[in-house]
C-alpha cells in the first residue's frame, strides 16, 4: 500500500476524524444518536496538514472507513496530502498497515485508533469526548473537547464536569439534561497541540508549559485519589489549551 500511494515508512502522518456514517450504514438497524458528540469536522484538520507537509515535508495520510465528505483539501504533489479514504486501495488490511508504520497517529477515537494502540505508535487526540479518558496506552497528548454551559454560555473547568458526572459518560444525554454541549476544537487548536506535541518530543517545554501541566497533574491526582479519574496513565492535556482556556483547571 505504500508503494501504491508512493508514500514511505514513518515518514508520514495518519489523520482521523470520527462521524456518524460508517455505523449508520455498517448497523442501520441500530440508533448511534446517543454518542454524536464524539464526532468531528475533517476540514479542522487542514491547517495542521499544511503546517505538516509545508513545514516538517512531511506526508498525510486521511484514515477511515465510508467516511461523510471527502477532502477538497487534498494534494497530489509532494509532499501529499492523501485521501486513502475515499481512494481504490482503503480495505481493512491496508487500514492496519498503514497505521502501523506512520509516525504519528492523530485522531478523535474511533474503531481505527486500535490499531495505532496495538502497535504503539505516538498519538495525539484531539476533540478528546469524554473529556477525561485513559485508552489503557500511554500515548502523550491531548485536547479535550470544550464543554460549554448553555445558559450563560462560559466553559466549565474540568472539576466541574466531574461533579456533573460528565467527565467520563458516553451520552449525549447527560449533557442535554445538564445544559452542556460539547465544542470542537478548532484548525489553530489542533494545530497548537501539535507544536506542544513536538516540544514534547524534543524536551523543550517552557516554564510556564510546565507550571501549566503540574497545576493539571494535582488536579488529576486528588480526583484520582477519590476515584473519579482512571489511573496509572499520565497522559495529559497540551499546555498550549490550558494556557489558552484556564477556566479548565479552575
Same mark, same amino acid.
Given at each position: 500500500?505504500?508503494?501504491?500511494?508512493?508514500?514511505?515508512?514513518?515518514?508520514?502522518?495518519?489523520?482521523?476524524?470520527?462521524?456518524?456514517?460508517?455505523?449508520?450504514?455498517?448497523?442501520?438497524?441500530?440508533?448511534?444518536?446517543?454518542?454524536?458528540?464524539?464526532?468531528?469536522?475533517?476540514?479542522?484538520?487542514?491547517?495542521?496538514?499544511?503546517?505538516?507537509?509545508?513545514?516538517?515535508?512531511?506526508?498525510?495520510?486521511?484514515?477511515?472507513?465510508?467516511?461523510?465528505?471527502?477532502?477538497?483539501?487534498?494534494?497530489?504533489?509532494?509532499?501529499?496530502?492523501?485521501?486513502?479514504?475515499?481512494?481504490?486501495?482503503?480495505?481493512?488490511?491496508?487500514?492496519?498497515?498503514?497505521?502501523?508504520?506512520?509516525?504519528?497517529?492523530?485522531?478523535?477515537?474511533?474503531?481505527?485508533?486500535?490499531?495505532?494502540?496495538?502497535?504503539?505508535?505516538?498519538?495525539?487526540?484531539?476533540?478528546?469526548?469524554?473529556?477525561?479518558?485513559?485508552?489503557?496506552?500511554?500515548?502523550?497528548?491531548?485536547?479535550?473537547?470544550?464543554?460549554?454551559?448553555?445558559?450563560? @454560555? /462560559? =466553559?466549565?473547568?474540568?472539576?466541574?464536569?466531574?461533579? +456533573?458526572?460528565?467527565?467520563?459518560?458516553?451520552?449525549? %444525554?447527560? *449533557? &442535554?439534561?445538564?445544559?452542556?454541549?460539547?465544542?470542537?476544537?478548532?484548525?489553530?487548536?489542533?494545530?497548537?497541540?501539535?507544536?506542544?506535541?513536538?516540544?514534547?518530543?524534543?524536551?523543550?517545554?517552557?516554564?510556564?508549559?510546565?507550571?501549566?501541566? @503540574? /497545576? =493539571?497533574?494535582?488536579?488529576?491526582?486528588?480526583?484520582? +485519589?477519590?476515584?473519579?479519574?482512571?489511573?496509572?496513565? %499520565?497522559? *495529559? &492535556?497540551?499546555?498550549?489549551?490550558?494556557?489558552?482556556?484556564?477556566?479548565?483547571?479552575?
Amino acid at each position: 500500500i505504500m508503494k501504491d500511494l508512493n508514500i514511505k515508512r514513518e515518514k508520514y502522518i495518519c489523520i482521523y476524524s470520527r462521524d456518524t456514517n460508517y455505523l449508520k450504514n455498517k448497523y442501520p438497524e441500530f440508533n448511534w444518536e446517543y454518542h454524536t458528540y464524539r464526532n468531528s469536522d475533517i476540514d479542522n484538520l487542514r491547517t495542521l496538514s499544511n503546517f505538516i507537509t509545508n513545514e516538517l515535508n512531511l506526508e498525510v495520510v486521511r484514515i477511515g472507513s465510508n467516511p461523510e465528505k471527502k477532502l477538497k483539501w487534498n494534494r497530489n504533489k509532494f509532499p501529499k496530502i492523501i485521501d486513502y479514504s475515499f481512494s481504490k486501495y482503503q480495505n481493512e488490511k491496508n487500514d492496519i498497515n498503514l497505521i502501523s508504520s506512520c509516525w504519528v497517529y492523530i485522531s478523535n477515537g474511533g474503531g481505527p485508533e486500535s490499531i495505532a494502540i496495538a502497535s504503539r505508535k505516538k498519538m495525539i487526540r484531539i476533540n478528546q469526548a469524554p473529556i477525561i479518558e485513559e485508552i489503557g496506552y500511554q500515548f502523550g497528548i491531548y485536547i479535550p473537547k470544550l464543554l460549554r454551559r448553555i445558559s450563560d @454560555n /462560559k =466553559y466549565i473547568s474540568i472539576n466541574e464536569a466531574i461533579k +456533573l458526572g460528565i467527565s467520563q459518560t458516553y451520552k449525549n %444525554s447527560d *449533557f &442535554i439534561k445538564n445544559g452542556i454541549y460539547c465544542e470542537e476544537n478548532t484548525e489553530i487548536d489542533i494545530l497548537n497541540a501539535f507544536k506542544d506535541f513536538i516540544k514534547y518530543e524534543e524536551n523543550k517545554f517552557n516554564s510556564r508549559d510546565i507550571a501549566v501541566l @503540574n /497545576k =493539571y497533574s494535582n488536579l488529576r491526582r486528588k480526583n484520582e +485519589l477519590k476515584g473519579l479519574i482512571l489511573s496509572g496513565f %499520565s497522559n *495529559f &492535556i497540551a499546555p498550549s489549551f490550558l494556557i489558552k482556556y484556564p477556566d479548565l483547571l479552575n
